[in-house]
């Protein structure tokens, strides 16, 4: 048996396991919850009983000496327009091709369980038991699948939203992934991502010489405040 013998061998082995693990595909499951503006999300993908990717958003490992100066360097929504500004003919232009690939990935989409739990209040008794209704009323939706479970609770005499829920689901990777290769086929979809990983590149620059910039001041504080005391 010679070395390239092996070699396809090999080949055809990796090829085989990709295979399966596109067929067999990931489990995904994310729970929520929402109070005003507080958020809290965490989401689980598996393969078989694998968990291959966690994550909580925000992210409870980051430390928050005032959030990093974050809330005071965030973009406006203009400067985010003019971010995204130039994407917006590409995608025109590339509409059918991702039309396509998102009916591809919904086809591929098996939903497990959805369930949603809202409790909102307005100062407004009316308005809180009209919305309250409408929601009630999307379990009464024709075709609505068995696995999906939405309540309400109204809440009156103070404005309050607060969203509790838990979505799981299974997603075959096989077409999805064959939909990829056809998508990058597209020259503005391939612009897109280009110019998306610049963006990003960017942004990090960005965000790192702002950190440096946070960092050398928080210390000077600091070195003050104890020279002070002193």
């Given at each position: 048996m010679n070395i390239l013998?092996?070699?396809?061998?090999?080949?055809?082995?990796?090829?085989?396991?990709?295979?399966?693990?596109?067929?067999?595909?990931?489990?995904?499951?994310?729970?929520y919850k929402l109070k005003?503006?507080?958020?809290?999300?965490?989401?689980?993908?598996?393969?078989?009983?694998?968990?291959?990717?966690?994550?909580?958003?925000?992210?409870?490992?980051?430390?928050?000496?005032?959030?990093?100066?974050?809330?005071?360097?965030?973009?406006?929504?203009?400067?985010?327009?003019?971010?995204?500004?130039?994407?917006?003919?590409?995608?025109?232009?590339?509409?059918?091709?991702?039309?396509?690939?998102?009916?591809?990935?919904?086809?591929?989409?098996?939903?497990?369980?959805?369930?949603?739990?809202?409790?909102?209040?307005?100062?407004?008794?009316?308005?809180?038991?009209?919305?309250?209704?409408?929601?009630?009323?999307?379990?009464?939706?024709?075709?609505?699948?068995?696995?999906?479970?939405?309540?309400?609770?109204?809440?009156?005499?103070?404005?309050?939203?607060?969203?509790k829920g838990e979505i799981?689901?299974?997603?075959?990777?096989?077409?999805?992934?064959?939909?990829?290769?056809?998508?990058?086929?597209?020259?503005?979809?391939?612009?897109?991502?280009?110019?998306?990983?610049?963006?990003?590149?960017?942004?990090?620059?960005?965000?790192?010489?702002?950190?440096?910039?946070?960092?050398?001041?928080?210390?000077?504080?600091?070195?003050?405040?104890?020279?002070?005391?002193?």
């Amino acid at each position: 048996m010679n070395i390239l013998t092996i070699i396809l061998i090999i080949l055809a082995i990796i090829i085989f396991i990709i295979l399966i693990f596109l067929y067999i595909g990931l489990k995904i499951q994310i729970n929520y919850k929402l109070k005003n503006i507080d958020y809290n999300v965490s989401i689980n993908i598996k393969f078989l009983k694998f968990t291959i990717f966690e994550k909580k958003i925000p992210d409870e490992k980051i430390d928050d000496p005032e959030k990093l100066k974050e809330d005071s360097e965030k973009k406006s929504l203009k400067d985010k327009y003019n971010e995204i500004k130039p994407f917006i003919p590409l995608i025109k232009n590339s509409k059918e091709p991702i039309i396509n690939f998102l009916k591809t990935c919904t086809k591929s989409i098996k939903l497990n369980n959805f369930n949603n739990h809202t409790c909102l209040g307005l100062y407004n008794y009316a308005d809180t038991a009209e919305i309250i209704g409408y929601l009630y009323a999307l379990n009464t939706l024709p075709n609505l699948s068995n696995n999906i479970l939405l309540t309400a609770e109204p809440i009156f005499g103070e404005e309050v939203l607060d969203l509790k829920g838990e979505i799981s689901f299974k997603i075959n990777l096989f077409k999805p992934f064959f939909g990829v290769l056809k998508l990058i086929m597209d020259k503005n979809i391939r612009e897109i991502i280009k110019r998306f990983i610049t963006l990003i590149k960017n942004n990090k620059k960005s965000s790192k010489e702002n950190s440096k910039w946070f960092l050398m001041n928080y210390l000077n504080i600091m070195m003050k405040d104890f020279l002070v005391k002193k």
